[in-house]
């Protein structure tokens, strides 16, 4: 079984910073990709970046240039550090693995990020 445990949400204003980080435990195969999604209430589920276990990285379009997504294999973790935080990036933060082995694909259980002044 995996685990995923997600660290660092919390409240920030307009403007600021906040690093998340997920850390899976469990079989996990070595060639993964972990993410980053978000969900805001009345919202669905979105992608905001993934990374690759070779070191690939996508964004979505609205974190472009505020995200970064970077992880460590060694210790089988992601981190996010967002900066230049929105209000409209205000949402609940899911990690997210996807790798060889099934079951393909676990969730972490959320952090709470808000921005707000």
């Known amino acids: 079984q995996v685990q995923l445990v997600e660290s660092g949400g919390g409240l920030v204003q307009p403007g600021g910073s906040l690093r998340l980080s997920c850390a899976a435990s469990g079989s996990i195969s070595r060639i993964n990709v972990m993410g980053w999604y978000r969900q805001a209430p009345g919202k669905e589920r979105e992608l905001v970046a993934f990374?690759?276990?070779?070191?690939?990285?996508n964004y979505a379009d609205s974190v472009k240039g505020r995200f970064t997504i970077s992880r460590d294999n060694a210790k089988i973790a992601v981190y996010l550090q967002m900066n230049s935080l929105k209000y409209e990036d205000t949402a609940v933060y899911y990690c997210?693995?996807?790798?060889?082995?099934?079951?393909?694909?676990?969730w972490g259980q959320g952090t709470q990020v808000t921005v707000s002044s």
């Open positions: 990374i690759t276990s070779g070191g690939s990285t």
């Open positions: 997210h693995l996807d790798h060889q082995w099934y079951p393909r694909e676990y």
